[in-house]
């Protein structure tokens, strides 16, 4: 059964970083659009950053700049390197796959930035 395990989230002061990390077991991760996405309270799931099988990528344009997607396909891992971060980006942070059908969704990894 595929398993996906986000982790690296925390609070943190605005200005300051996170790099969140999320671990895929058992599919073809090498081969798979990944991405990050993010849900704040009372907010829909929004997508955040895609990254290809070939390593390009793709961002909101709220996170355009200050985020940094990256993947270890050796390693089934997908990683985000949250640089700046504002209050706004205070969500529960999830990976899933960027294109086709959803896995289903892990527990996600909580982002608080406070001001």
């Known amino acids: 059964q595929v398993q996906l395990v986000e982790s690296g989230g925390g609070l943190v002061q605005a200005g300051g970083s996170l790099r969140l990390s999320c671990t895929a077991s058992?599919?073809?991760?090498?081969?798979?659009?990944m991405a990050w996405f993010r849900q704040a309270p009372g907010k829909q799931r929004e997508l955040v950053a895609t990254?290809?099988?070939?390593?390009?990528?793709n961002y909101a344009d709220s996170v355009k700049g200050r985020f940094t997607i990256s993947r270890d396909n050796a390693k089934n891992a997908l990683y985000l390197q949250m640089n700046s971060l504002k209050p706004e980006d205070t969500a529960v942070y999830y990976c899933n796959t960027g294109s086709g059908v959803s896995l289903p969704w892990g527990q996600g990894t909580q982002v608080t930035v406070s001001s």
């Open positions: 990254i290809t099988s070939s390593t390009d990528t």
């Open positions: 058992m599919f073809r991760f090498s081969i798979r659009t």
